[in-house]
């Protein structure tokens, strides 16, 4: 009934409301003149990945966010822990039939940055209601629309309506709240700029720097001539042979146009390009391999802005939308949500990471044991307790430590 309903009011807007903005801002900002290079091709999500950067950040982005190990934890008053929920194995190790979880988490991530949204269908179980698999939605076969009805999301796709409660949804930047745009709409016209560079570097390196060139001669010539000799030299220069000699009589020359060297080797310098990439994918340079201003003690610092500033945005995006809408009212009501570990991203320095545990261990944030689990290694007997410093205590210590004190005394002096 209710896709009856919203199937008769699709063209009414003041009915259904179409929030899937994205395509129509690109056709716009396409009509203008934004997303084709010079060479009038154009800028595009799959364009834009023939760029060696663009495509490093975009993989880096994703692979970061799917290496992430997800769990699935309760709280209960004061204590926090680990359980075993069927969601956990969904988004841990296999949402579905198909495919991983990492490649999942990667593919969903890399829709959402270059289209703008990432979608999965979420497949229930009839009976309980439970989800049962999280089917990630190719956009290239099946684009999805999103409508508002009655101050309700619903989505559209393959003929199918499908209410926001059974569809995950991942936006990128966005200008509603509800659909993204993708990078690339945006940064058509830098990533055209680009590729145009690469495009004028492989024509600079076919023609062998010969580039366009002027014939000059003392002597009058005529129509007749003139394109006789420029038919002759352009046939000659654009020949694919290693080596082309010219000959030029009449005491003509011939002088080329071309880029000054200064010129040639900033086009086909990488480093503007990368700089320009790192930013639109709010990413460090030296991710992308601009190493120029980078060394050994400044990469701790990098790591950790790379997992606060490129990669927990997305994680608190996802974390979000999983305990909107994979658990049950009930459930989010007892405490039950997913976290994403990142720490494990850090993990690779080892003295850095050796001394981050010590550190928490001995000012009583974790246990040994605690640790000992996020390390993935057994608990043993005895390592259970916090420990406390003993240069370190509340008012509290120290005032019943004197009050103590002065008992002591005063048994003494009795």
């Known amino acids: 009934m209710i896709s009856q309903a919203l199937n008769s009011t699709y063209n009414l807007r003041s009915e259904a409301q179409n929030v899937s903005s994205p395509s129509m801002l690109s056709s716009i900002l396409t009509s203008i003149g934004f997303g084709t290079t010079s060479a009038g091709s154009l800028a595009n999500e799959k364009t834009a990945l023939t760029l060696s950067s ?11 966010y799917a290496k992430l190990p997800k769990g699935v934890y309760q709280k209960t008053d004061n204590t926090r822990n680990a359980i075993q929920h069927p969601v956990k194995y969904l988004i841990d190790k296999r949402p579905n039939q198909y495919m991983t979880a990492f490649m999942f988490d990667s593919m969903i991530i890399k829709a959402a940055i270059l289209k703008g949204n990432g979608y999965a269908y979420i497949q229930r179980n009839k009976v309980t209601a439970y989800p049962e698999a999280l089917q990630l939605i190719d956009q290239e076969k099946t684009p999805v629309t999103v409508y508002k009805y009655q101050d309700q999301l619903w989505y559209k796709y393959d003929g199918k309506t499908i209410p926001a409660t059974d569809m995950l949804h991942i936006p990128g930047f966005s200008f509603n709240g509800i659909t993204g745009v993708g990078v690339v709409t945006h940064a058509a016209r830098s990533l055209g700029v680009n590729l145009a560079s690469e495009t004028f570097a492989a024509e600079y390196y076919d023609g062998k720097g010969v580039g366009t060139g002027v014939l000059t001669t003392t002597k009058s010539m005529t129509d007749t001539a003139k394109t006789r000799y420029s038919e002759a030299l352009s046939a000659m220069f654009g020949k694919k042979a290693k080596w082309v000699v010219p000959i030029i009589d009449e005491a003509s020359k011939f002088e080329h146009i071309k880029v000054t060297p200064q010129e040639a080797q900033f086009l ?31 990469t701790e610092s990098l790591q950790i802005e790379h997992v606060s500033d490129s990669i927990l945005p997305w994680a608190i995006k996802v974390q979000q939308e999983y305990d909107a809408k994979l658990f049950s009212k009930q459930e989010i009501q007892n405490g039950i949500y997913t976290k994403f570990n990142t720490e494990s991203l850090l993990a690779a320095d080892k003295s850095t990471q050796a001394d981050y545990w010590s550190k928490l261990i001995l000012a009583g ?15 043993l007997d005895g390592l259970d307790e916090a420990l406390t410093p003993v240069n370190t205590q509340t008012m509290e210590q120290i005032d019943a430590k ?12 009795q």
């Open 54 to 64: 663009f495509y490093c950040g975009i993989n880096i982005i994703c692979n970061d």
């Open 268 to 298: 086909l310098s990488s480093e503007h390009g990368v700089n320009e990439v790192a930013r639109w994918l709010n990413i460090n340079p030296v991710k992308l391999g601009n190493i120029k201003d980078s060394n050994n003690s400044i």
């Open 365 to 379: 944030v974790y246990t040994r044991n605690e640790v000992r689990a996020m390390l993935e290694l057994n608990s």
């Open 402 to 413: 004197l009050a103590e004190l002065n008992k002591n005394l005063q048994n003494a002096g």
